[in-house]
């Protein structure tokens, strides 16, 4: 499963998708191994995700959203 690192107080975070907690019975309070390789995008997905964004509305808020990105 891919997960986006937030950032939650002085720390750092991972949330996991509910139909992945679902599938693995993940309850509150449980304890999980987690094995943390830090994904690098290929050459072919950077030159794909360049894309116009013509709606004002929609680039402020994903600009909003990665400003607490590390």
């Given at each position: 499963?891919?997960?986006?690192?937030?950032?939650?107080g002085?720390?750092?975070?991972?949330?996991?998708?509910?139909?992945?907690a679902?599938?693995?019975?993940?309850?509150?309070?449980?304890?999980?191994?987690?094995?943390?390789?830090?994904?690098?995008?290929?050459?072919?997905?950077?030159?794909?995700?360049?894309?116009?964004r013509?709606?004002?509305?929609?680039?402020?808020?994903?600009?909003?959203?990665?400003?607490?990105?590390?």
């Open positions: 499963m891919l997960a986006k690192v937030r950032r939650w002085n720390s750092l975070g991972l949330i996991v998708p509910a139909d992945v679902r599938d693995r019975g993940l309850r509150v309070g449980d304890q999980v191994d987690i094995e943390i390789r830090k994904r690098v995008p290929t050459i072919e997905e950077l030159a794909g995700s360049f894309q116009l013509t709606n004002l509305k929609t680039l402020l808020r994903e600009m909003e959203e990665g400003w607490d990105d590390l």
